[in-house]
């Protein structure tokens, strides 16, 4: 599967964006999808992820509450909503996808897609 991510750009602190996840070559709804961020000269962390089985969502700490991630099976796209953006949520985000086959999140993605940079800012 391939995946094109995008929905990134310039917010202010406290506003919200919404990310796009887009699947082709795959059914989005066969795989977990997770999204992960790098912030500059930091390593790439974890943001969230939604599971191939029953649709299971996990979240960092510290996004809980602010993002939320959901999957359109019409539109091959898995979404991450950001809300309540802080600066430090600044970074290139990333969608991964992997048919980890269970109603968890896998410890690693097969596929990744291209980043989409949040930057917030005032």
């Known amino acids: 599967v391939q995946l094109q991510a995008s929905g990134g750009g310039l917010v202010q602190p406290g506003g919200s964006l919404r990310l796009s996840c887009v699947g082709s070559g795959g059914t989005l709804d066969d795989f977990a999808v997770g999204w992960f961020r790098q912030a500059p000269g930091k390593e790439r962390e974890a943001v969230s992820c939604?599971?191939?089985?029953?649709?299971?969502?996990y979240y960092a700490d510290f996004v809980k509450g602010r993002f939320h991630t959901a999957r359109d099976n019409a539109k091959n796209t898995v979404y991450l909503q950001l809300n309540d953006l802080k600066y430090e949520d600044t970074g290139v985000y990333y969608c991964a996808a992997d048919p980890f086959p269970s109603s968890s999140c896998p410890r690693t993605y097969d596929f990744w897609g291209q980043g989409t940079l949040v930057t917030v800012s005032s």
């Open positions: 939604i599971s191939r089985s029953e649709g299971n969502t």
